[in-house]
Structures are given as structure tokens and as C-alpha cells.
């Protein structure tokens, strides 16, 4: 009986690991962040439309720029224009070589330093997008961070988008 058990608990683990391997996606890389994200902006509703912010705002808003700073090729942001929503998602194009989680990392802490600095201003004149802030997703695609202050209809739809439009094929 224990050797049934043992050759069970084999085949299982096998079967596990070559399931995960095949869940491994490759993905392109050869797009630059700004189509990326034009691409994603067919996918959203962004009430009274959208902004791009300077080329400084990574270095003026972001916690640990440096993290962010010579480790991607390029990146961009759409923010809604009105003040009514907080309305934003962003795709960090990462050079290759340079290490992911590390940029990451450094886009998650954008992400709550943005919770933190619209909770207040959230409470009490706009409760309704406090779910955007809490719902938001910071995902890699490859050598793409992608991340997402979005109703959770727009953030799957994105997310479902991205997982096609960026695997290689």
C-alpha cells in the first residue's frame, strides 16, 4: 500500500510540475510601451478622457525611481483628466537583462503610495473609485509591467487582452 501511495504522489508531482511549465508563456518583446498601452486604451472606459504625464513624472511621483530609472527601455502612463476618478493604468517596458521584479517591485510601491495618497481625498468626495485604488494590479507580461487603477470590468478586460496580444506566437 505504501508503494502505491509513493508512485501516486510521484505521478501527482509530476503531473503538477509539467502543468506549470506548460502555464510558462513567452512573450514578445519587441513593442514599445507606448503602443502597448494605446492598445489598452481600447479596452477601458476613462471618464472625461485621458492625459499622458511629462517624462520627469517616474522621477517626481514614483517612491524609488531608481528602480525604475535606465532598467526600462521606455514607459507610459494614461491618466483620467478629470478629477472625478482615479482612472489609471501604465506599461513599463523593461531593457533585456535588467531585472523585472525589480521594477516590479518599484511599480507596487507606486501603486500603494498612490492608495495612500488619495485615501483621504477618496473618503470624502469620491467613495465610489475607493474600489479602483483597492483593486489594483500590478502584472509582468514577460519583459512588460503593467499595472492598472481601473474598474475591475476594464482591469480584466486589459489583462485578458494583454495575455493574447503580447504572447508570441
Not at 37 to 64: K, Q, R
Not at 84 to 94: A, I
Amino acid at each position: 500500500m505504501k508503494k502505491i501511495t509513493s508512485i501516486l504522489l510521484c505521478l501527482l508531482a509530476l503531473t503538477l510540475c509539467l502543468c506549470s511549465c506548460q502555464d510558462k508563456k513567452n512573450y514578445r518583446d519587441d513593442l514599445s510601451s507606448d503602443l502597448v498601452a494605446g492598445e489598452m486604451l481600447h479596452y477601458v472606459n476613462i471618464e472625461g478622457g485621458c492625459t499622458t504625464p511629462d517624462n520627469d513624472y517616474v522621477s517626481l511621483e514614483f517612491p524609488n525611481p531608481s528602480a525604475v530609472e535606465g532598467k526600462v527601455a521606455d514607459w507610459w502612463i494614461y491618466a483620467s483628466i478629470s478629477s472625478k476618478t482615479v482612472d489609471e493604468f501604465g506599461v513599463f517596458h523593461v531593457n533585456i537583462g535588467e531585472d523585472v521584479q525589480a521594477v516590479k517591485s518599484a511599480v507596487d510601491e507606486y501603486v500603494q503610495y498612490m492608495k495612500v495618497k488619495l485615501e483621504v481625498y477618496l473618503e470624502i468626495y469620491e467613495p465610489s473609485e475607493k474600489a479602483k485604488l483597492e483593486n489594483a494590479q500590478v502584472k509582468v507580461f514577460g519583459n512588460y509591467v503593467v499595472y492598472t487603477m481601473l474598474s475591475q470590468d476594464d482591469t480584466t478586460a486589459v489583462y485578458d487582452m494583454l495575455d493574447g496580444y503580447l504572447e508570441q506566437k
